[in-house]
């Protein structure tokens, strides 16, 4: 398996469990919807996955590496070399070109390969807006950037928040066709948080997070 996630506990400080024994696999190359209502911890396990936060008991393991015993360097490293993130918000960087953005990933982690970031520009669209600035494209152009710069350091493991929530229903269709395409490309696998049974539909596996735990 690429990615095990073994009856994780998580709280946050004074709060109740938000995740109470999460339990989920993810093989390599699989795509896998994650749905459940607003607050029942999606995002907060996509965090826990990226190591971007720690939880309480069991344990993810993630290409092999246990992510409990690592120090921050650890996780670091592995978020560098093993996994990409997309969010609901693009996060793109607005001071950096399209060229810029969708290379500053792999080159903050020198796995800068030009000719695959340009190959990535063509499949998705962009190689036209290559010198526009962020505020100067649509919703769309900007998740597509941020799909690309995801892709561009060629993870193992994409992890997606909502990746169509602030975009038109065309605009989802064409974002989530080409997360898809250069996933099942890439041989990636990908956990993606959606409200939208249609998106889930499309993806290998569903599980869904309820009380804590997937139902
Ligand atoms: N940093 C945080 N500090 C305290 N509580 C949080 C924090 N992040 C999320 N929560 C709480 O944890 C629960 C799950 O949140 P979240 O993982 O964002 O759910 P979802 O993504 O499914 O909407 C919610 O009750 C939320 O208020
Ligand atoms: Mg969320």
Redesign the pocket.
């Known amino acids: 398996m690429l990615l095990s996630i073994d009856h994780v506990q998580k709280s946050?400080p004074g709060?109740r469990p938000?995740l109470n024994g999460v339990s989920l696999t993810l093989a390599q190359g699989q795509t896998l919807a994650l749905t459940?209502e607003?607050?029942?911890?999606?995002?907060?396990l996509l965090h826990l996955v990226a190591a971007l936060d720690g939880f309480d008991s069991g344990e993810i393991t993630l290409d092999g590496q246990p992510l409990s015993p690592l120090d921050d360097a650890g996780r670091a490293a592995l978020r560098r070399n093993t996994l990409s993130l997309v969010f609901q918000q693009f996060n793109l960087i607005p001071s950096l070109t399209v060229a810029q953005n969708l290379s500053i990933h792999a080159r903050l982690a020198c796995q800068d390969d030009p000719g695959w970031t340009s190959h990535l520009a063509e499949r998705l669209g962009l190689a036209d807006l290559l010198e526009r600035y962020p505020e100067n494209l649509s919703g769309g152009q900007q998740q597509r950037v941020a799909i690309g710069r995801a892709m561009a350091t060629r993870p193992r493991l994409l992890l997606a928040d909502e990746p169509t929530g602030n975009l038109d229903e065309t605009a989802s269709a064409v974002v989530l066709e080409l997360m898809l395409s250069l996933v099942a490309d890439t041989g990636a696998a990908l956990l993606l948080?959606t409200h939208s049974p249609e998106i889930a539909s499309q993806l290998d596996a569903r599980a869904h997070?309820s009380g804590g735990r997937i139902a």
């Open positions: 946050y709060g938000v459940g607003s607050g029942s911890g999606k995002s907060t948080v997070l």
